[in-house]
């Protein structure tokens, strides 16, 4: 038997991502040997060569090259190379030494913050969306920061209360809805979360995985309300992104069998079971249908 509170919605950790643009070697202020040692460390870390593009990050901090504010911004870039090449405390460090600059900047927590976020560190990801917030309260990105680590402590109430702020904040921005449904969901709330899903689809999503996540999501409530025939559609629509997202085709599978479309289940449970042919569900799904297949 399906039981849908076996499956859980996937959801992607949002990421600040640094600002490249201050430090383009076209800008006119900056000099000529600035310009060539931050072309030189880009292509390194195009070239996932880390030490490479630190090694440089540190010639240009140490010889004094830049403004404060591009200072700051090689800081955070040498931080990113730490990261990739798993020097965490070097990372934290450079990190750490954006905010001891004044003026201190709010987005300089949210790059912490967020750093904290991917490695687990919830405690301190969360006291630095806080900070952020008491320095820049009108800016969305610190509540709704904040909810993604309360989902990630599993509080999907206190969670919904963050993004409810970023929304009444800016309503205009489609992550906050995508984040708010996805605990909905979790909670059960499934007109709630479908609504969501509706009101990020009018907005402008520009996350790599936003349109993905909303079809698979909204798709999963109709299936969880077992409306079956608007569940189909999209997952019709995520496949079409993720053609080999093995839980997708196993929701679409089931969808389609409940609408007594066997045959096209049994194309999508054959598919998932290829990805995954260690799953007893989509086997047992499988032997069922071609069961009934075979009988006269």
């Known amino acids: 038997m399906f039981r849908k509170s076996a499956f859980s919605i996937r959801v992607a950790v949002a990421a600040v991502t640094v600002v490249l643009a201050a430090l383009t070697p076209a800008r006119a202020n900056l000099s000529d040997k600035l310009g060539q040692i931050l072309q030189e460390a880009q292509r390194a870390e195009a070239l996932r060569l880390y030490e ?15 403004s404060d504010g591009e200072r700051r911004e090689m800081l955070k870039l040498r931080a990113v190379a730490y990261e990739r090449s ?3 405390a070097k990372a934290e460090a450079d990190l750490t030494a954006v905010l001891q600059m004044k003026p201190v900047e709010a987005m300089a927590y949210a790059d912490r913050g967020y750093f904290f976020l991917r490695h687990g560190r ?4 969360l006291s630095d969306f806080v900070a952020g917030t008491r320095i820049d ?8 920061a904040a909810g993604r680590v309360l989902v990630a402590l599993k509080n999907d109430i206190g969670a919904v209360a963050l993004y409810n702020d970023a929304i009444r ?3 205009k921005i489609g992550t906050p809805y995508l984040a708010r449904a996805e605990s909905y969901i979790r909670m059960k709330m499934y007109r709630e979360a479908i609504a969501d899903y509706d009101r990020a689809m ?8 936003d349109w993905f996540f909303l079809h698979i999501g909204r798709g999963y409530a109709h299936l969880a309300m077992e409306s079956y025939d608007r569940a189909e559609p999209d997952f019709d629509a995520a496949l079409a992104m993720a053609p ?3 839980q997708t085709l196993v929701w679409r599978g089931y969808a389609r069998e409940r609408l007594g ?5 049994i194309e999508d449970y054959e598919r998932a079971y290829r990805i995954t042919p260690r799953s007893d569900w989509v086997r047992a799904s499988l032997n069922r249908l071609r069961s009934y297949a075979a009988q006269p």
């Not at 919830?122 to 990801?125: K, T, V």
């Not at 309260?137 to 709704?144: A, I």
């Open 52 to 66: 490479r593009a630190v090694e440089l990050y540190r010639k240009a901090l140490q010889e004094g090259l830049g």
């Open 86 to 88: 798993n020097e965490l």
């Open 122 to 125: 919830y405690p301190d990801a």
């Open 137 to 144: 309260p009108g800016n969305p990105l610190f509540p709704f």
């Open 169 to 171: 904040l800016n309503p």
């Open 202 to 209: 009018k907005l402008k999503l520009t996350g790599a995985n």
């Open 244 to 246: 080999n997202d093995f």
């Open 261 to 265: 479309r066997r045959d096209l289940a």
